[in-house]
């Protein structure tokens, strides 16, 4: 009669914890039990109101504590961190492109996430310093585990945001950074925002640009950007819905310390890359602040214009059509583009600064 070899103490142990695992069966409630919750803390949790939130806490405010009360919170400090947290993480989640539901999220809704969903939002996010990152993502990936339902699969790596923005999320978006606390936020956003959606400027680019790059003496604002390793050298005029903002982030760079005049860069070329500046930014718009996405939605406001395809080439900077075929899909149903043209065009390599 056969017989099967005995398990090793290390193998009986991952046996056990899989077996235990695989017995799991978690129970989602959306009931708040503060059972075994400190007063101080459960008092917290009840009067906490995040600043600016608005009418999105008032949807999202049971749903923050019910996760808070998932990770576990054994003091009024760790209490205020996690239902941050929580709150920032449903903000994205429910404005994301991951989410496949309408109306208000439900804990079901999120019982279903994979928990490495946290590692894409703490990547997309722009409230954390980088340093701060790493513990967010372990605080919402612990809530995600702890009222997990399903088994694990692995999350795809998502593609580059090219989604435009609508013109509701522009003006919230414009809005956001006219009301920064500082005059260091507000001549941030101002600059990003209109060197974006104005000139259609990525992040790259913004950095590398100089006073002696605009010229204000014209009807309206126009940028020469030179040559670079991801874009060709281009004059392009500002969009004339962004003109107030770029006016206002030049005068705040007059009061600047550092102006050094028409020689000098725009952004300190040691201060971190503009991705990470806008992460300073303070957002509670629930819409995430993207640069390439306003350059997307500047570049389809180019496209619906009925520019000849040469022009858009040359005014987005671009070497190959690709970046333009990529965005027809969110074209007005009107508009059309001459595809056998753009097969056509020749490639150009951009040349080095």
């Not at 339902?149 to 003006?171: A, D, H, M």
């Amino acid at each position: 009669m056969p017989t099967s070899k005995p398990l090793s103490a290390s193998a009986a142990v991952r046996a056990a914890k899989a077996a235990q695992i695989a017995a799991a069966n978690p129970v989602i409630s959306d009931e708040l039990d503060f059972s075994g919750v400190p007063d101080e803390v459960r008092d917290t949790m009840l009067t906490y109101h995040p600043k600016g939130a608005g009418k999105l806490w008032d949807e999202l405010r049971h749903l923050t504590i019910v996760l808070t009360l998932a990770y576990g919170v054994p003091s009024v400090n760790v209490a205020h961190q996690i239902l941050r947290v929580s709150f920032d993480f449903l903000k994205w989640y429910k404005f994301s492109a991951y989410r496949h539901y309408e109306g208000p999220i439900t804990l079901v809704e999120l019982g279903d996430l994979q928990p490495n969903i946290a590692d894409t939002w703490a990547a997309s996010t722009n409230i954390y310093s980088p340093a701060g990152k790493p513990t967010a993502r372990a605080r919402i990936r612990r809530i995600l585990k702890n009222i997990h339902t399903q088994p694990p699969v692995i999350l795809p790596r998502p593609p580059r945001n090219t989604l435009p923005y609508t013109p509701n999320q522009i003006e919230k978006l414009r809005q956001m950074v006219s009301v920064q606390p500082s005059e260091f936020h507000q001549r941030t956003g101002a600059l990003t925002f209109s060197l974006a959606y104005g000139f259609g400027l990525d992040g790259y680019e913004q950095k590398h640009l100089k006073y002696s790059d605009f010229d204000f003496t014209g009807p309206i604002p126009t940028v020469t950007v030179p040559n670079s390793k991801v874009r060709l050298a281009r004059t392009i005029p500002i969009r004339a819905d962004a003109i107030d903002l770029l006016e206002k982030g030049f005068d705040l760079l007059a009061k600047n310390p550092w102006h050094k005049g028409d020689d000098g860069y725009i952004f300190r070329q040691f201060d971190d890359s503009i991705p990470s500046a806008i992460r300073r930014l303070v957002n509670l718009t629930g819409i995430d602040y993207n640069i390439y996405r306003l350059r997307c939605t500047w570049l389809l406001a180019l496209m619906a214009s009925g520019l000849r395809f040469e022009h858009l080439m040359y005014l987005s900077g671009v070497s190959t059509p690709a970046a333009l075929v990529e965005l027809t899909p969110f074209l007005p149903g009107d508009i059309e583009l001459d595809l056998n043209f753009i097969s056509n065009v020749p490639l150009v390599r951009p040349v080095a600064r």
